[in-house]
């Protein structure tokens, strides 16, 4: 399994850590199923997968860090909006074109990178806000 659960990376907050482990679970899937030579039968699962989690996932950590005054959350939306621009793109690519190899590797290399750069590092951020905020206010009381 090439990607795994951080606990450095739990905000506390079930809901949207639950959609970051779902997230993970279906990217090692799919890798998976690549490995077996099944990945494009695979596709349309992560797919729909992807649409509502960009929905539900989304809304619920924008609403968590708008919650507890996330210093970082303008660049941090950015990059929500990002995504969801390069997923309707790669959508769009695969109604054209369907599903194939091309549009399977698109796919993997959009997903990994996400976890990279943006669970492993803008996500990992809020936790860590979230810890030392904690810290503050207990050495404060
Ligand atoms: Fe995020
Ligand atoms: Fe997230």
Not at 84 to 90: A, C, G, I, T
Not at 95 to 100: K, L, S, V
Not at 101 to 115: K, N, V
Not at 116 to 134: G, M
Request: contains cysteine; charged residues 25%; glycine residues 4%.
């Amino acid at each position: 399994m090439p990607y795994t659960w951080r606990y450095n990376l739990e905000l506390g907050v079930p809901a949207v850590d639950q959609q970051h482990k779902r997230l993970i679970v279906k990217i090692n899937n799919l890798i998976d199923a690549m490995e077996r030579g099944e990945g494009v039968e695979e596709l349309r699962n992560i797919l729909r997968f992807v649409e509502s989690y960009i929905t539900r996932h989304f809304h619920a950590e924008e609403s968590f860090m708008m919650s507890i005054g996330y210093p970082d959350l303008p660049s941090h939306i950015l990059e929500h909006e990002y995504f969801k621009r390069e997923f309707q793109n790669l959508k769009q690519e695969i109604y054209y074109n369907g599903a194939n190899l091309r549009t399977l590797m698109l796919t993997e290399r959009m997903l990994c990178s996400w976890i990279n750069e943006h669970i492993y590092r803008t996500d990992l951020k809020i936790a860590v806000y979230v810890r030392e905020e904690l810290l503050r206010s207990s050495r404060a009381a």
